[in-house]
């Protein structure tokens, strides 16, 4: 099945550094997606991207699609306190008939900013 | 907050026991996913039901079941509990079936 790796593992920063976490995968996806999750929350999206080579921002987040469709990242700017927490990335691959919209999640980037 | 409600928050419970996880979507969605979260295997897609019809299954075991009722909130039943089943289970909805998810706050199961 469908595998995403994602690297790194885990962050340790100091607040005002860039950050930045990537995701690859074994087959290719038509979206891929970023959540972050929060101790005893659930998972917030934060971006999604839709076309290959595509790149979107939201506020000091950056993340692309990759060329190849196996592939994208994220990026964090100028990271602040409130950034700590999991990063994972998710891919989703519309099966046959347009039945199947699971999303297939990396094991996740722990990202600790020292202030 | 992401409009989507799951209840209980917490449950603990005994091996052997059934209990039913309860999600209400975001208004005007139509696709319900659960998924469990665990250490070792991470966020892992069991089931989706799209308008009250299953649609899609993932690696859900046969001691779990689901389903989606005519007011589009979900129910995800989980019986024969055994202590491997402890995890975090997460609703998430969609408009349709769109890659766009959005993920309550999650039940942390735990089976003692």
């Known amino acids: 099945g469908q595998q995403l790796n994602q690297s790194p593992q885990s962050m340790f920063i100091q607040e005002g550094e860039d950050v930045s976490m990537n995701c690859t995968s074994s087959s290719i996806f038509n979206t891929w997606l970023w959540y972050k999750q929060e101790p005893g929350e659930g998972p917030v999206l934060l971006i999604a991207l839709y076309k290959a080579g595509e790149l979107t921002s939201n506020g000091r987040l950056t993340a692309q699609f990759g060329i190849t469709r196996k592939d994208s990242f994220l990026n964090i700017s100028a990271s602040i306190p409130s950034d700590v927490g999991i990063y994972f990335c998710a891919g989703q691959l519309v099966g046959s008939g347009g039945s199947n919209y699971k999303l297939t999640f990396g094991k996740g980037t722990l990202l600790t900013v020292n202030p | 907050d992401s409009g989507v409600t799951q209840t209980p928050k917490h449950l603990i419970t005994a091996t052997g026991q059934r209990v039913t996880l309860r999600c209400s979507p975001r208004?005007?969605?139509?696709?319900v996913y659960w998924y469990q979260q665990s250490l070792d295997q991470g966020l892992q897609f069991l089931i989706q039901?799209?308008?009250?019809?299953?649609?899609a299954k993932g690696n859900i075991l046969e001691r779990f079941s689901a389903q989606q009722f005519p007011d589009l909130h979900s129910e995800l039943n989980l019986s024969s509990l055994e202590l491997g089943d402890s995890a975090l289970y997460f609703c998430a909805s969609s408009v349709q079936g769109g890659a766009e998810q959005y993920f309550g706050p999650g039940t942390r199961l735990t089976v003692t």
């Open positions: 208004s005007g969605d139509l696709s």
């Open positions: 039901y799209y308008n009250g019809e299953e649609r």
